[in-house]
């Protein structure tokens, strides 16, 4: 289609993404007050996600629109097999996938219709992780769908996430802006600012 001969590492990625979450829609149209949302709302999942142990590392954060209907996506990729979960690595998905709309509250005091799919995936985890694994101690190993639990489970790692927001809302702003203007970062540039020293490029005061 591109007219080469021969195919790319990143021909190789793009129809990973396209299974993901769809063809890229560059003629979509974002206002730029939404698109600094979604650039904070992905941010905020990948800042998350980077700040708990045992998450999967970051490796892509784009706002480009997909055909999905997603207005942009973090990629993360586990390292080697992993067929099983601990209790803490769901806890810690379910902060990861809460902090995009953690980050659209601790940057605009407001809340938008962007993690309809992340409450939706947050919820189907923390159901499955209290009733269906046994992960509960009040629910031992009983199959009940105790939806107060699940409430309860999600409002917990919500909480976490907002946390680990506001703790490095310095972090959220920097990264946030940078993937506004780039529109498409990798795990490697959102690691390297997020690692990055600030104090180091100040100027020492006379």
């Known amino acids: 289609r591109a007219g080469r001969k021969s195919v ?13 979450a769809g ?8 206002t730029d ?4 949302i979604v650039a904070y709302h992905e941010i905020g999942h990948a800042l998350v996600a980077a700040k708990q142990s045992n998450s999967a590392p970051v490796q892509k954060i784009t706002i ?12 993360q990729v586990d390292e080697g097999n992993h067929y099983l979960m601990n209790k803490a690595e769901l806890e810690n998905k379910i902060a990861t996938l809460t902090g995009g709309r953690a980050a659209e509250e601790v940057a605009f005091k407001s809340i938008t219709t962007g993690a309809s799919n992340d409450i939706e995936q947050a919820t189907k985890h923390a159901r499955a992780m209290l009733p269906r694994y046994g992960m509960s101690e009040e629910l031992d190993m009983v199959a009940l769908e105790i939806d107060q639990k699940v409430v309860e489970q999600v409002k917990t790692q919500n909480e976490k996430a907002i946390s680990i927001l506001t703790e490095n809302r310095a972090k959220l ?23 990055r020293d600030d104090t180091e490029n ?5």
């Open 23 to 30: 063809y890229q829609k560059k003629n979509s149209i974002l």
């Open 64 to 75: 480009i629109p997909r055909t999905s209907g997603a207005l942009g996506y973090t990629m």
């Open 8 to 20: 790319t590492q990143s021909d190789l990625e793009e129809s990973i993404e396209v299974v993901i």
């Open 173 to 195: 702003d920097e990264l946030a802006q940078y993937l506004y203007q780039k529109e498409t970062i990798t795990g490697e540039e959102f690691m390297d600012i997020l690692n």
């Open 33 to 36: 007050h939404e698109k600094c």
């Open 202 to 206: 100040k100027p020492e005061n006379p």
